[in-house]
Structures are given as C-alpha cells and as structure tokens.
C-alpha cells in the first residue's frame, strides 16, 4: 500500500495548483483520505478530510473557499485544488489514508505519501 503524491511546485501569489495522490496497492474508494501540511518551523496542519463513505468534505479555516478535495475512484487518486495561492500556503504538503471513518487526528491516518512541495512567493 503505497501514497504517492505529486503536483507541487513554485507558483506566485493568486495562481492556482492541483495536488494529486495516487494509491496503489489496494482500492482506496472507501477509504477516508485527507491532505495535510507543514510550514517551516510549524506544527503539522490538517487541510482537507474526504469521506471513503459518501464523499462529504472537510476544510480548515485557513483554506476554505481557496482549496477542494476530491477524489476520482476509478483512478484511486485523490486531488487537492489549490486556488488563489497566498504565502502563508507554502508548505509541504502530504496526503493520508486512515482506517476510521471520518477523523481529523493525524495519529489516526496510517498511510502518509511522500510530500511534495509547495511554495507561494509575494
């Protein structure tokens, strides 16, 4: 079971990125998933939750109206679009899998990809 997540990059303030997360190894389409990042000398932070159950969503605060998760189940991928970047957004970004049902606890996801990174420059 394997996360591999992509789509980061440098981009200026206002642009827009896609982040994908592809799984292999088992289907995932039932699975909750959920981005989270972490900025330099920060706590982890959670980002965006999807159901594996009936696809409702979660956003923080800080992105919500800016970024949607998503997720395409024939393609076990999982997308996170990022809109009207800001620099407070740069972070490495990772996404999760968890055997619960719906939780925003880090601890609980036990399946992370590598990260990919994002950086907004002002």
């Known amino acids: 079971v394997q996360l591999q997540a992509s789509g980061g990059g440098l981009v200026q303030a206002g642009d827009s990125l896609r982040l994908s997360c592809a799984a292999s190894?088992?289907?995932?389409?039932?699975?909750?998933m959920a981005w989270f990042r972490r900025a330099p000398g920060k706590e982890r932070e959670l980002v965006a939750i999807?159901?594996?159950?009936?696809?409702?969503?979660y956003h923080a605060d800080s992105v919500k109206g800016r970024f949607t998760i998503s997720r395409d189940s024939a393609k076990n991928t999982v997308y996170l679009q990022m809109n009207s970047l800001k620099a407070e957004d740069t972070a490495v970004y990772y996404c999760?899998?968890?055997?619960?049902?719906?939780?925003?606890?880090?601890?609980?996801?036990?399946?992370w990809g590598q990260g990919t990174q994002v950086t907004v420059s002002s």
């Open positions: 999760a899998a968890t055997r619960y049902s719906w939780t925003g606890d880090s601890t609980r996801y036990g399946t």
């Open positions: 190894g088992r289907t995932f389409s039932s699975t909750t």
């Open positions: 999807i159901s594996g159950s009936d696809g409702s969503t």
